[in-house]
């Protein structure tokens, strides 16, 4: 990934990335060809080096049976919006702008470890139910559904573990631009109702 040093991200933005994200992009090289699937994925820092990003796919989803050559990756995304020129304060000035795109995103490189295992993907499913139920008012638990139920679930399921190896992380975020152009992006992001942008802007701001 390219990186200029002004969009590169700090270690702790990294690790708040790959522990607040939704799903992701895993991508495998096969002997066929490249494969991709977006999966929801918890991060676990207290495996290997640099951690891992765990994960499941559906059983009859061959991606998990296929020979991975070399590295397997995953795309992490944050925030990401169009940054219209008319938000910056040098377009009145000299009118040398253009349109471009702000975003967050991490690729993060591993290998990748399959779990045809009950315990293990209960385990996971947990911990992914947990993570994303957590700011329900009421909310939703897999033992709320009847026990045989989950049981055929699980068996529809396999696990998958990338056991970090290497990550390149990037947050585009106006800081390349003067400071009346950044506030001009911050207020257009909340007035476009993207107060998500708008505040990834404002804690990147040189």
Not at 16 to 21: G, K
Not at 103 to 114: D, E, Q, R
Not at 131 to 160: C, M, N, Y
Not at 184 to 205: C, M, N, P, T, Y
Request: charged share 25%; hydrophobic share 45%.
């Amino acid at each position: 990934m390219y990186v200029p040093e002004h969009f590169s991200v700090a270690e702790s933005e990294v690790r708040e990335l790959l522990v607040e994200h939704g799903a992701a992009d895993l991508v495998t090289n096969t002997p066929e060809g490249l494969v991709a699937t977006m999966l929801p994925f918890v991060f676990e820092p207290a495996i290997g080096e640099h951690g891992a990003l765990l994960g499941h796919v559906a059983r009859n989803n061959d991606q998990w049976r296929r020979e991975v050559l070399g590295e397997a990756l995953v795309i992490v995304r944050g925030p990401d919006a169009y940054v219209s020129p008319v938000w910056y304060a040098s377009k009145a000035e000299h009118g040398r702008v253009v349109p471009t795109w702000n975003y967050v995103t991490a690729h993060v490189y591993g290998h990748l470890v399959v779990h045809d295992d009950v315990e293990w993907v209960e385990s996971l499913v947990r911990r992914l139910t947990d993570k994303h139920e957590a700011a329900s008012l009421s909310p939703w638990q897999v033992d709320d559904a009847p026990p045989a139920f989950v049981t055929g679930q699980l068996r529809a399921i396999v696990g998958l573990e990338l056991v970090i190896t290497r990550i390149e992380a990037k947050a585009k975020l106006s800081q390349n631009r003067p400071e009346a152009d950044i506030a001009g992006v911050i207020a257009g992001l909340h007035q476009r109702g993207d107060d998500l942008s708008a505040e990834a802007v404002r804690r990147a701001r040189p």
